[in-house]
């Protein structure tokens, strides 16, 4: 099976996607390919086992992608192997009237993981940059002081946007969270597929909405502004990985070998040594058990 690196799939310099590949040839089988995620989900349990006991690291990850690109399966996959106590997803859909009356960041702070736990945003922060972007008359939901109409929602407001996210970022990280960003570059021909598959399977058609296809004909737009994010954002403490999404078990098993990788370099996260008087006496606590 093909090698991959890490580097070769992180944002490091200004990106064109369609110059991205959305596919990646591992070399192997779907069932290879399957069973290598297996080996690499039970190594990233057991670093996850040593964070919670460590509890001076937070793991956030970020997934984002356009519909189908199969965000929900590759949570589902690749954390499996976690425990539920050391893991907590989050679905962020559209905000909710107590939501809107706090700022557009405060509901992902409130669901940031805590220290010595993984916390998975499906769908993020990074939709305040997207979606509304591609749809600004979202914004004036928000209520904003300084946007009275359409026109304040111009090149100014989103600078300070993405300043005010790579802000809350570096404040994480600077904290103890360990970020990680995936992009799941789907190509168009695919998403076409994964719609029509939606459309052709009774089990698959709760999954579909008309939206769907009025979204989709905004794919410039929104792959202009997943670009724009993807380079505006990705910084040492908090990068962004462009992960080829058209196969599925490709997908996942890239993200996964990216996190395990990356969390390896932390030689810090280890389980905390026993007290010496505890350690001094695990014999006499052994026996203790053994004569009840």
Not at 31 to 53: F, G, R, S, T, W
Not at 114 to 132: C, S
Request: include cysteine; glycine fraction near 4%; charge should be neutral.
């Amino acid at each position: 099976m093909k090698d991959i690196n890490s580097n070769q799939f992180k944002v490091k310099q200004p990106i064109q996607l369609q110059n991205i590949a959305t596919t990646l040839d591992l070399e192997a089988s779907k069932k290879k390919i399957e069973n290598e995620l297996e080996d690499v989900c039970e190594d990233l349990a057991k670093i996850q086992n040593a964070m919670y006991a460590h509890g001076k690291y937070a793991v956030l990850i970020c997934i984002q992608g356009m519909d189908t690109a199969g965000k929900d399966s590759l949570i589902r996959e690749v954390f499996k192997e976690l425990n539920a106590r050391g893991i907590v997803v989050h679905s962020f859909k559209v905000p909710t009237e107590l939501e809107l009356k706090h700022d557009y960041l405060w509901r992902h702070y409130i669901a940031l993981p805590a220290r010595g736990k993984f916390g998975v945003f499906n769908r993020t922060h990074y939709e305040n940059v997207l979606v509304t972007r591609v749809h600004p008359e979202y914004i004036l939901g928000e209520n904003l002081p300084d946007v009275k109409d359409l026109s304040d929602v111009n090149d100014d407001f989103w600078n300070k946007r993405f300043q005010q996210i790579n802000d809350f970022e570096k404040h994480i990280a600077e904290n103890g969270t360990i970020i990680f960003k995936f992009f799941l570059h789907l190509s168009k021909e695919e998403q076409k597929h994964r719609l029509l598959r939606r459309l052709d399977k009774p089990e698959k058609n709760w999954k579909f909405s008309p939206g769907d296809l009025k979204e989709r004909k905004r794919w410039d737009d929104y792959q202009f502004c997943y670009q724009d994010a993807l380079n505006r954002t990705s910084k040492p403490h908090a990068p962004w990985y462009a992960i080829p999404a058209d196969d599925k078990p490709t997908a996942r098993y890239i993200v996964a070998r990216i996190l395990l990788d990356t969390l390896k370099t932390y030689k810090d996260i280890k389980e905390p040594e026993l007290d010496d008087e505890i350690k001094a006496n695990l014999e006499s606590y052994r026996n203790q058990l053994k004569n009840e």
